[in-house]
């Protein structure tokens, strides 16, 4: 599965995505410092990514676009990077059962 991981989210998060045997990039890696969530929104829908994101916008996106990419919504508030990698590493599995069963909106709390 690939991931695109947006800017509010730390790179490392890509790194742990990918030692777990996915495919992801951060938006900082790839250069799109600064993209509109339309231009992120479009790259992850040619890509066939999912993107990983903690802006609501990205959530009126996926309603208005329901042929669009997938979005896993991180919605723990701010934490610790470690924090937040504790939290991924016990809910990834979860997380990549609902997209592989369909699923086009995930909530991570």
Do not use: Y
């Amino acid at each position: 599965m690939k991931f695109l991981i947006d800017a509010q989210l730390p790179p490392v998060l890509a790194h742990f995505i990918c030692s777990c045997g996915h495919d992801a990039d951060h938006i900082d890696d790839i250069g799109m410092q600064g993209a509109s969530d339309r231009d992120i929104w479009d790259l992850a829908e040619r890509s066939k990514a999912v993107i990983i994101s903690k802006d609501e916008d990205f959530v009126t996106l996926r309603t208005l676009h329901p042929d669009g990419p997938a979005l896993v919504w991180i919605r723990t508030g701010n934490v610790r990077k470690k924090q937040l990698l504790e939290h991924m590493e016990k809910l990834l599995p979860q997380i990549i059962e609902q997209l592989e069963n369909d699923e086009k909106l995930v909530e991570v709390l």
